[in-house]
């Protein structure tokens, strides 16, 4: 039997400095061998990054316990000297946010040489060639041009190839990848899925991936290993985990899949738009050249657009980021300057003075993509849902608000007792129920939801879904659902529409789209998604 390139034993990791000490992975085995690619899965809190930075004892005071063997050296008792001779050289990592794992004040070229000038000792000429063709074979277009720009001045897939370029330059036995497509547009996430296999069959390296995407790590892993609380709870290859799952939390897993359709709706014939847009235009001023040069254009973020959303209805808005989807939203409720004709229940918003508007926006409101950001950290749950009711129903009580905040968050699955905490007291799923509960409390009939399930795992996201379904139903509320996820748009949306460079490229009825697709970006958005091929609806190509 072959010996394992990485073999964890009863790896146990705590951090004592907490109170009360914190134990967050317990008793964990297994192994990888060499060119072998697995993938560590579970929900956020589950262990599995804990357990990968473990690897390369990146850490800061905490308590191991087992085993940790690379090659048939225990790690654990490396020192750290020792272990900065193997990070980089030969287990390399790529972590979940580029922009925050990147220097900042460091040009892409200094970060993708830094590995080869501190592990092999080359020259500064002889690591600029090899950074350059390492950032072309990872798809960095003109990497002379891009040799000396800093993060911030690349895409989010730029970065990541920019990530896999440093992760890869010294050719690692075991590469590690935490994450390594959350962020991204589903196109993104196929190039860069593709990206790694091309260069794991090439180099000849195994793969750890560390991701709560089923679709993804089915399509790229070919073991499986599951944790939940800190623990493994089921191995198995990719084709026997999805077939037949022992589990009962990894059959919760796959089961928490986006499914489903919309709710049903009942069609009036000559139905009355609640909400219309005609020619909406939002442009941006971009500036070329140097400063004393200065010379602009204009970028269309949105592009002549029309759109029409109904009572009770959801209109999905599906694109990669850029194509303008959310600069739309926040233009139809007049957050975002534009141009163009936007009337809601016959109202025209866009001839309104933000005095007039004041009245109308309890009609339409907003749940932003991060619940922790649009919450206040200052304020308590009780003050955030009051603020809209003292601002659109002064003329409620003190026990009047407070008996409608209390029946909101039970409509929303929350208790009464969490008035008092903060926000930063919730999980993610928790602050999502909460910003949707601001939403509704002060009774609208549009809501406009921006990515509202795109940081929350599966189990939450497909919770946060039926809640919003039911609340559709309940309260006849019309939704404009803005995502990359298509799983997710199919679930919930009547119409879609498919934005790029600020136009609509292709709408219609959701199954008439993700079935019958004529637009040519729309299939690759579509074929890009991972969709399981044994799904019924497939795509016609």
């Not at 090439?202 to 560390?210: E, K, P, R, T, Y």
């Not at 198995?236 to 999805?242: E, K, M, N, P």
């Not at 140097?290 to 269309?300: A, E, F, K, V």
């Not at 409390?441 to 919770?463: C, G, H, R």
């Amino acid at each position: 039997m072959m010996t394992p390139l990485l073999s964890i034993d009863n790896l146990s990791v705590a951090f004592p400095h907490t109170q009360p000490p914190v134990s967050v992975v317990e008793q964990v085995s297994f192994s990888v061998a060499a060119g072998e690619r697995v993938a560590l899965v579970g929900e956020s809190g589950s262990g599995k990054s804990v357990t990968a930075l473990s690897i390369l004892g990146l850490h800061q005071n905490a308590h191991y316990s087992g085993k940790i063997l690379f090659q048939d050296q225990n790690l654990l008792q490396y020192s750290p000297a020792q272990l900065r001779r193997v990070r980089g050289k030969d287990i390399a990592m790529i972590f979940q946010e580029p922009m925050t794992a990147l220097n900042p004040v460091q040009t892409i070229g200094q970060q993708v040489m830094e590995p080869l000038l501190l592990h092999e000792g080359v020259g500064r000429k002889h690591a600029k060639q090899r950074a350059l063709a390492m950032l072309e074979q990872t798809g960095i277009i003109d990497p002379d041009k891009r040799f000396n720009a800093y993060p911030h001045m690349l895409s989010g897939g730029q970065r990541q190839r920019v990530m896999i370029a440093m992760a890869l330059i010294c050719r690692p036995k075991l590469l590690i990848a935490d994450e390594p497509t959350t962020a991204l547009d589903v196109t993104i996430q196929l190039q860069i899925l593709e990206l790694l296999s091309d260069m794991q069959q090439q180099f000849g390296m195994a793969v750890l991936l560390i991701s709560h995407d089923l679709n993804l790590v089915r399509r790229f892993a070919d073991r499986i290993c599951v944790m939940q609380r800190g623990r493994l709870v089921e191995t198995a290859t990719v084709d026997a985990l999805f077939q037949q799952p022992q589990h009962r939390y990894t059959q919760h897993l796959l089961n928490s899949q986006p499914s489903g359709t919309a709710p049903p709706r009942t069609v009036v014939e000559q139905q009355v738009a609640l909400l219309e847009a005609q020619q909406v235009v939002c442009q941006f001023p971009l500036s070329h050249g140097q400063w004393w040069r200065r010379q602009q254009s204009m970028l269309n973020a949105v592009d002549h657009v029309d759109l029409t959303v109904y009572a009770g209805e959801t209109v999905g808005i599906v694109g990669e980021s850029g194509s303008g989807k959310t600069t739309l939203g926040m233009c139809l409720l007049q957050l975002q300057a534009c141009r163009g004709l936007i009337r809601f229940q016959r109202h025209r918003l866009d001839t309104l003075t933000p005095r007039a508007l004041r009245p109308l926006r309890k009609q339409f409101q907003v749940v932003f993509q991060d619940p922790y950001s649009s919450l206040s950290p200052r304020m308590t749950i009780e003050s955030i849902l009051a603020e809209g009711l003292i601002i659109h129903y002064p003329q409620l009580t003190a026990a009047q608000r407070r008996e409608r905040i209390v029946d909101t968050l039970h409509e929303v699955g929350l208790s009464d007792n969490m008035l008092t905490r903060y926000p930063h007291e919730f999980s993610g799923g928790q602050r999502q129920r909460i910003a949707i509960a601001r939403a509704l409390i002060v009774q609208p009939e549009f809501i406009l939801l921006d990515e509202p399930t795109s940081a929350l795992d599966v189990s939450v996201q497909k919770q946060v879904l039926e809640l919003l379904k039911t609340l559709q139903i309940k309260h006849n509320i019309s939704y404009l659902f803005i995502t990359h996820d298509l799983k997710v748009i199919r679930a919930m949306a009547h119409r879609i529409i498919v934005m790029r460079h600020g136009r609509f490229v292709e709408h219609g009825y959701t199954e008439t789209v993700f079935t019958m697709p004529r637009e040519a970006y729309t299939k690759t958005l579509l074929q890009a998604s991972l969709f399981d091929s044994t799904e019924p609806n497939q795509i016609v190509n």
